[in-house]
């Protein structure tokens, strides 16, 4: 039987199959090569997209914007000025009045509650465009792109460098289990991803051959390693008091050009971006002058080096996001 996920929300991996997850990858690739040769798919004319963000974003904007105008859909989009979303109206009020208008609702923000919540409420497809818990979107353009690079992902090693516990960490977690990948959680101990979340994945590797390490051993996290993953080292909604502990937690699991030495010479980089590799931007800059830290989570070399391949990743949020909508509206 075929897969079907029409009418499904998309809040975290842990409720798909992996059969679901490959078929959602395989349709990614389709609308790649789609878009790559110019051919028109506007196979949801007429219908109806709303993106809530409560907090700021680039890629995962644009990837839902761009992918529902190349499938022909409407996009509204709701920042949180200007939304009445939990000022003036309800949770439950404006996911009743939102899937009263629209075919499916993007969420980002913080909690994983208001996701699931805005599912429950709007009796339409909703799509998790990043909580504090979870980003499951952004797992599906990840391992697209190590897909493109090796092919088959079962049995590859990839390797989370950094705050272990966070949103993007957790979903590489989750998905890798599902995939049937080594994923290790490389980082220090006060940031290891929670021992129920460690303990799902783990029930889940049991079925798919999947293994899941924790280590604050950056040697350990390198060896054998195919993808080396890092993210920034303080995410949207935590506060910026706490750089300081966190910069002195994790200077040591920085990726640079000794740790992509330690992988195997085959190995990719990925970042979800954004990224902290110079001092181009307010904050990087901020933290040098605080820190004398040029860099944070990955430096320049590896970062514009060979084996990188964020930019790949961060153009197939689009393919990826377009075939989530695709598959849970069409
Ligand atoms: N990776 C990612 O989600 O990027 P944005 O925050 O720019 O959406
Ligand atoms: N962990 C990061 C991911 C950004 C895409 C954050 O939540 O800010």
């Given at each position: 039987?075929?897969i079907?996920i029409?009418?499904?929300s998309?809040?975290?991996?842990?409720?798909?199959?992996?059969?679901?997850?490959?078929?959602?990858?395989?349709?990614?690739?389709?609308?790649?090569?789609?878009?790559n040769?110019?051919?028109?798919?506007?196979?949801?004319?007429?219908k109806?997209?709303?993106?809530?963000?409560?907090k700021?974003?680039t890629r995962?904007?644009c990837?839902?914007?761009?992918?529902?105008?190349?499938l022909?859909?409407?996009?509204?989009?709701?920042?949180?000025?200007?939304?009445q979303?939990?000022?003036?109206?309800?949770?439950?009020d404006?996911a009743?009045?939102?899937?009263?208008?629209y075919?499916?609702i993007e969420?980002?923000g913080?909690k994983?509650?208001v996701?699931?919540d805005?599912?429950?409420?709007?009796?339409?497809?909703?799509?998790?465009?990043?909580?504090?818990?979870f980003h499951?979107?952004?797992?599906?353009?990840d391992?697209m792109?190590v897909?493109?690079e090796?092919g088959?992902v079962?049995?590859?090693k990839?390797?989370?460098?950094?705050?272990?516990?966070?949103?993007?960490?957790?979903?590489?977690?989750v998905?890798c289990?599902?995939?049937?990948?080594?994923?290790c959680?490389?980082?220090?101990k006060?940031?290891?991803?929670?021992?129920?979340?460690?303990?799902k994945?783990?029930a889940v590797?049991?079925?798919?051959?999947?293994?899941?390490?924790?280590t604050?051993?950056?040697?350990?996290?390198?060896?054998?390693?195919?993808?080396l993953?890092?993210?920034?080292?303080?995410?949207?909604?935590?506060?910026?008091?706490?750089?300081?502990?966190?910069?002195?937690?994790?200077?040591p699991?920085?990726?640079n050009?000794?740790l992509?030495?330690?992988?195997?010479?085959?190995?990719i980089f990925l970042?979800?971006?954004?990224s902290?590799?110079?001092?181009?931007?307010?904050?990087?800059?901020d933290?040098?002058?605080?820190?004398?830290?040029?860099?944070?989570?990955?430096?320049?070399?590896v970062?514009?080096?060979?084996?990188a391949?964020q930019f790949?990743e961060?153009?197939?949020?689009?393919?990826?996001?377009?075939a989530v909508?695709?598959?849970?509206?069409?």
């Amino acid at each position: 039987m075929g897969i079907n996920i029409r009418g499904r929300s998309f809040l975290t991996l842990l409720d798909f199959t992996p059969a679901e997850i490959n078929y959602m990858l395989d349709l990614s690739a389709e609308f790649k090569r789609m878009k790559n040769n110019g051919v028109e798919h506007k196979w949801l004319t007429g219908k109806q997209v709303v993106l809530l963000f409560e907090k700021t974003s680039t890629r995962t904007r644009c990837a839902f914007e761009v992918g529902a105008r190349d499938l022909g859909m409407g996009v509204t989009f709701l920042d949180p000025g200007s939304s009445q979303m939990g000022k003036k109206e309800s949770l439950a009020d404006t996911a009743k009045v939102l899937g009263r208008m629209y075919d499916g609702i993007e969420y980002r923000g913080f909690k994983q509650s208001v996701v699931e919540d805005l599912a429950r409420y709007s009796g339409v497809p909703v799509w998790n465009g990043l909580t504090d818990a979870f980003h499951p979107t952004q797992m599906l353009a990840d391992i697209m792109t190590v897909k493109e690079e090796f092919g088959d992902v079962r049995g590859r090693k990839l390797t989370f460098f950094g705050d272990a516990r966070n949103n993007v960490a957790n979903s590489l977690m989750v998905v890798c289990a599902k995939l049937g990948m080594h994923f290790c959680a490389c980082g220090p101990k006060e940031l290891m991803p929670a021992a129920d979340l460690v303990e799902k994945c783990k029930a889940v590797a049991a079925e798919t051959g999947a293994t899941i390490e924790l280590t604050d051993d950056v040697n350990q996290g390198a060896r054998d390693c195919d993808v080396l993953y890092t993210d920034i080292w303080v995410s949207m909604g935590e506060p910026d008091d706490i750089w300081a502990e966190r910069i002195k937690l994790l200077r040591p699991y920085q990726v640079n050009k000794e740790l992509m030495a330690q992988a195997k010479p085959t190995a990719i980089f990925l970042h979800c971006l954004p990224s902290f590799h110079d001092r181009e931007t307010t904050i990087g800059e901020d933290i040098y002058q605080k820190f004398d830290l040029p860099a944070m989570e990955v430096t320049d070399d590896v970062f514009l080096g060979t084996q990188a391949r964020q930019f790949d990743e961060a153009e197939n949020r689009m393919h990826t996001i377009k075939a989530v909508m695709y598959a849970t509206l069409k």
